[in-house]
């Protein structure tokens, strides 16, 4: 195990992450290699009387710390696949595309999401909303154990499931009103099996599918598509349905559950802003429950308060159906 003080090389570099605007600042980093590392680092931050904070990929940090022991599971990656049991024991820096790879020659999947560079326990252990959520659930809700050090988890064991391919992948279109319509009445009576989600990215929208079983997509095929790649896919390709940013950045995001997405609700996310704000809307329910829609906005990082500013008017149009928020989705200090 490799420790790291701010005077060290590479001390920046292993408490840096994939976001970049809210980074920790720690007295001294665990860079640990197994259990057992985790086991001295804890016993440091006793012995010491300092905070510990763990850190894997750096996706969904919320608030940073100042001095304080970081462990960092980077270097824990981890996978053991049990086909017979259907589950993956995952080492607490494994990432997705690790048990997706590992999983992919069993006919297996994990319930990943849309970036298969998330890691696997901060996704599952904050609540996960997967590629296949409508059919299979929360990712929190299929963790079968935990081995853990003074709340640091070491690993997790996870169940996997079998399907062979899915027909899934995104419609690019020009931002119209019929794809949004399409977007409401296509979730008003999608099945459980498929999971769909609507974004705008600057002067484009998103529609975004994913399905265990062959979807009849005859509603979509009037609207002239800038880009489609719906079909067949092996699930090892899931990355390729949403394309999210790989390279470090700063951003800042929120989110609302949804009881209904309403016109107030699609014109509001619609309406030009001074700020550049990416859309998602998630449809939930199915094997997530109620309620039935999520509506996330992110932004990159430049001035926080205008930023606020620009995604709080866009919920305070939407109050009237908010029911929630998904905690795991909240990018940067709420
Ligand atoms: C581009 C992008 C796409 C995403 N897509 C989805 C999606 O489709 N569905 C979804 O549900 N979420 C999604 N997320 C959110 C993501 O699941 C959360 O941000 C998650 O917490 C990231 O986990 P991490 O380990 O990668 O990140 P980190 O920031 O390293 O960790 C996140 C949290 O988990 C804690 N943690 C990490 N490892 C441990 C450990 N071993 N023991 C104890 N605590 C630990 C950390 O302290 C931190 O509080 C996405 C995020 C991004 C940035």
């Not at 995104?170 to 009103?177: M, Y």
């Not at 529609?207 to 062959?214: I, P």
């Not at 009881?259 to 939930?284: C, G, K, Q």
């Amino acid at each position: 195990m490799e420790t790291y003080f701010p005077s060290d090389h590479g001390y920046d570099e292993q408490r840096g992450g994939f976001q970049t605007a809210f980074q920790h600042r720690p007295a001294v980093i665990f860079a640990v290699e197994d259990a057992d590392d985790v086991r001295k680092a804890v016993r440091y931050a006793a012995d010491h009387d300092l905070d510990l904070t763990v850190q894997n990929t750096g996706h969904g940090t919320q608030h940073t710390r100042d001095g304080g022991v970081l462990i960092t599971t980077g270097r824990m990656t981890g996978v053991r696949v049990d086909p017979g049991r259907r589950t993956a024991r995952v080492e607490a820096g494994a990432l997705w595309h690790h048990v997706i790879t590992a999983a992919a020659p069993h006919g297996l999947v994990p319930l990943s999401g849309s970036a298969p560079d998330v890691g696997v326990v901060g996704y599952s252990l904050r609540g996960g909303i997967g590629l296949l959520a409508r059919e299979f659930g929360y990712a929190r809700d299929h963790v079968r154990d935990v081995e853990s050090v003074d709340g640091v988890v070491t690993a997790l064991e996870i169940a996997l499931f079998p399907v062979a391919r899915i027909f899934g992948g995104h419609l690019i279109f020009d931002a119209a009103d019929e794809v949004f319509d399409t977007f409401r009445s296509w979730t008003a009576h999608a099945p459980d099996t498929v999971t769909t989600s609507i974004g705008i990215v600057g002067d484009a929208v998103h529609v975004r599918f994913a399905s265990t079983v062959e979807l009849d997509m005859a509603v979509w095929c009037g609207i002239a598509a800038r880009e489609d790649t719906v079909g067949w896919m092996p699930y090892t390709e899931s990355g390729d349905i949403y394309r999210d940013p790989t390279t470090p950045h700063g951003y800042y995001g929120d989110n609302v559950l949804l009881s209904d997405l309403t016109p107030e609700v699609l014109a509001a996310v619609r309406a030009p802003s001074d700020v550049f704000i990416i859309v998602d809307i998630r449809h939930m329910g199915g094997a997530l429950g109620e309620p039935r829609y999520l509506l996330r906005l992110i932004s990159p990082l430049g001035d926080k308060d205008s930023v606020r500013a620009a995604h709080d008017r866009i919920f305070a149009v939407a109050r009237p159906w908010t029911v929630g928020c998904e905690e795991s989705l909240v990018y940067g200090p709420h």
